[in-house]
């Protein structure tokens, strides 16, 4: 299995695979990534961004040594990006007309449709930092995980300096991420809600909660809830 070939859904998709009695932080965060086996799936993932109301669609795309997600606001055009992957380095890019143009690194903390994800959040960036740090084992809603700190490279971009991870013991996917700024508050939290099988020891987001905090305060100021539908066959016009 090649989980270099994995990318946003690194946080979204799981196999059942347990780990070693001693474990190896790349290996669980490599294990918290898409499973290689799902970068087959033709149809992708499509779903909803939703805060106030206010529905955003969204739909993923995953091929080996690259990812494509995309959105559309207010019922307008598809808007279409992909992250790249590289042993050492990931770029994003957006696809207009046809064209590939290298998304601005100041844009990435934008937030998308005036939802709580930004672009950072939607491409889950910091998956590839390097030499994440084991941090032990706690529970999360009563489930065994691994707590990984993943720091940021200096040269890196982004609002967050330092991104906690918690990834099911068993099962290997995350089921909970906080985002701290340079100072150490609370920024950003992710916390799964509810996942679905789509094929036999093979699980996916189903819910997940995305909470934007007062680093000042730690007090959660705004929520967004990401969904996805169970995998269909045709993905938004404009997805290939």
């Not at 064209?99 to 998956?127: C, H, M, Q, S, V």
Request: aromatic content about 10%; glycine content about 8%.
């Amino acid at each position: 299995m090649n989980f270099k070939s994995t990318a946003f859904a690194i946080a979204l998709i799981c196999s059942a695979t347990a780990h070693a009695q001693n474990p190896d932080p790349q290996q669980i965060l490599e294990g918290a990534r898409l499973a290689a086996s799902l970068t087959d799936l033709e149809e992708g993932l499509q779903g909803n961004l939703s805060k106030d109301g206010k529905r955003t669609p969204v739909a993923l795309f995953l091929k080996p040594k690259n990812i494509q997600f995309q959105f559309s606001e207010g019922n307008g055009p598809w808007r279409v990006f992909h992250m790249r992957l590289n042993d050492d380095a990931y770029d994003l890019f957006e696809i207009n007309d046809g064209k590939t143009i290298k998304f601005p690194a100041g844009k990435l903390i934008e937030p998308i449709a005036n939802t709580d994800l930004t672009y950072e959040d939607l491409a889950f960036r910091f998956f590839y930092w390097p030499n994440p740090q084991f941090e032990g084992q706690e529970d999360v809603n009563g489930q065994p995980c691994y707590k990984l700190r993943l720091t940021k490279p200096k040269s890196s971009e982004g609002r967050y300096e330092a991104v906690y991870v918690w990834v099911h013991a068993k099962f290997g996917a995350f089921m909970r991420i906080r985002g701290h700024d340079k100072t150490g508050g609370l920024v950003k939290e992710f916390q799964v809600e509810d996942v679905m099988q789509v094929s036999k020891g093979v699980w996916t987001l189903r819910k997940m909660q995305v909470a934007t905090h007062d680093p000042k305060t730690g007090r959660r100021v705004s929520i967004t809830d990401v969904t996805f539908d169970t995998p269909k066959k045709v993905g938004p016009k404009g997805a290939r």
